[in-house]
């Protein structure tokens, strides 16, 4: 099964779709995400083993992407389970644990209060509730509420332009982080990075047992993004905290931004959140939905997620195929090539300059698709930093790095034994474009790979082949 897009999709699992995945990566689901925020390990388990058997039926490798929950900062308990506030109202902040009323609530995470300064700006309920800080120490916070009228128990809680001095990674992160590289997971995503150290101490953790992924949704990450990058093999572009933090007019900027460094980089970006939200419980997406996915496709995102839509949703099925046909639609664009080939990143390495050559030569009319042989995924992931036009096949002999590949901008990944010996790279290059549907007989092949055959590293040639004529 080939997909007619480049842009891949994001399924979340969750109560709506654990009984159909294979139905979702018929729809166009490419990587399926596991959101630790929710269910045991248990159902987690389950999902993933769905996700194992749903690729052998439909064809593909499909991915998992094990989303870590991240520090949740949240409100304690009120008395009453919820007070109704107004604009003047005072509001004390503490770590106390008793139930809170219309004067107090308990937030049990003094590292808030060892962040907070005088003026800052206190957000509650994603953002429904907005408070100032007039005084503040280390176990209190006095606060004029400034919007919001009603509060209830355990709400999250966000402080705007401050990093918060708290580990990225949780005792249940390391868990769940524990549990899902057992299970064999492809990704692992880490929420709320603030700064590079988060990722560093995640890599030390996986070792390379799955590629990781950083979740861009604090404004304190921006500031240390290159740095981020440098130890990321992929971000995500999380709107929805982004958005609690950031006013509305900035988050569209950031998101370009973010697509931007990602892609000069050569790493996959996702744009997540509320991309179909609509489609939670209606049959069709409206019409600035649409609008939103089309816009990422334009952008040269890799992926688009679907959170809500897919996982406790009425229509998951509907949502992925209605975000197939959008990108497919968009890449049908005539304009769409050029945003493609507007920005292409420098060459920095023999092997850059190797694979930008590759991309200029599928620029002509008789180039069906590229081959790329890859160990560890690089010439692949290489070759996507570029935006060919033409689909690019990625054979490699490790299932996992077939699977890590799914989610990488306009590639086919497939398993295919070890070559030892090239000159049988063309055959089986060809053999599989044929079989797979992207090239017919007759047609031109584009074959990148590296010598030594099965030894990781950059790609040093390039040959161009015909598929054998009937």
């Known amino acids: 099964m080939i997909r007619a897009r480049r842009a ?10 654990r009984d159909r995945i294979r139905e979702l990566a018929l729809a166009g689901a490419d990587v399926f995400r596991v959101n630790f925020s929710h269910g045991a390990h248990a159902d987690h388990a389950r999902n993933i083993a769905a996700v194992r058997k749903a690729e052998g039926q439909v064809g593909r490798p499909l991915a998992v992407l094990a989303d870590l929950q991240g520090p949740k900062i949240r409100l304690g308990k009120f008395e009453d389970g919820a007070v109704r506030l107004k604009p003047g109202h005072s509001l004390r ?39 100032r800080v007039t005084d503040h120490g280390p176990d209190f916070a006095e606060t004029e509420v400034e919007a919001g009228d009603h509060l209830s128990d355990h709400k999250g809680l966000n402080l705007p332009g401050l990093a918060i001095p708290i580990p990225a990674l949780t005792e249940k992160d390391r868990k769940d982080l524990a549990f899902a590289l057992k299970e064999g997971v ?23 047992r799955a590629s990781v992924l950083a979740k861009i949704e604090k404004p304190s990450a921006l500031e240390a ?17 982004l958005g609690v933090e950031l006013a509305p007019e900035e988050v569209p900027v950031v998101q370009k931004q973010l697509v931007r460094a ?9 744009v997540a959140t509320q991309m179909l939200e609509s489609m939670t419980h209606s049959p069709t997406p409206t019409r600035a939905e649409a609008s939103d996915v089309a816009g990422a496709v334009y952008e ?26 959008i990108i497919t639609r968009v890449e049908q664009d005539p304009r769409w090539p050029e945003l493609m080939r507007a920005e292409y990143p420098v060459e920095d390495a023999d092997a850059d300059a190797l694979v930008a050559a590759a991309r200029k030569a599928a620029d002509a009319a008789s180039t069906a698709c590229l081959a790329a042989f890859t160990t560890t995924g690089q010439t692949a992931l290489r070759l996507a930093r570029e935006r060919p036009l033409q689909p690019t096949l990625a054979l490699t002999p490790n299932l996992a790095t077939a699977r890590k590949l799914a989610l990488l901008w306009g590639c086919e990944p497939r398993v295919v034994p070890e070559i030892t010996d090239p000159e049988e790279l063309t055959r089986v290059a060809l053999e599989q474009a044929v079989e797979t549907g992207l090239a017919e007989h007759g047609q031109r092949v584009l074959i990148l790979a590296g010598l030594p055959m099965g030894s990781p590293g950059a790609a040093n040639i390039l040959r161009i082949a015909h598929a054998p004529k009937k």
């Open 93 to 131: 902040l503490d770590l106390k644990s008793k139930p809170g009323d219309a004067s107090r609530i308990g937030v049990p995470h003094p590292e808030v209060f060892a962040a907070l300064r005088t003026g800052a700006l206190v957000l509650l309920d994603d953002g429904k509730v907005r408070l």
């Open 300 to 325: 040269g995102a890799d992926a688009l997620m679907l959170s809500a839509e897919s996982a406790v949703g009425d229509y998951p099925t509907d949502a992925v195929s209605i975000m197939d046909r």
């Open 8 to 17: 891949r999709i994001v399924a979340t699992i969750g109560p709506a779709s």
């Open 186 to 208: 492809d990704w692992v995503a880490l929420s709320f990075v603030q700064r590079a150290s988060d990722m560093a101490e995640l890599r030390g953790l996986v070792q390379g």
């Open 225 to 241: 993004l290159d740095e981020i990058l440098d130890l990321s093999q992929a971000i995500m572009v999380a709107r929805g905290d």
């Open 262 to 270: 990602a892609r000069l980089r050569g790493i996959p970006v996702i």
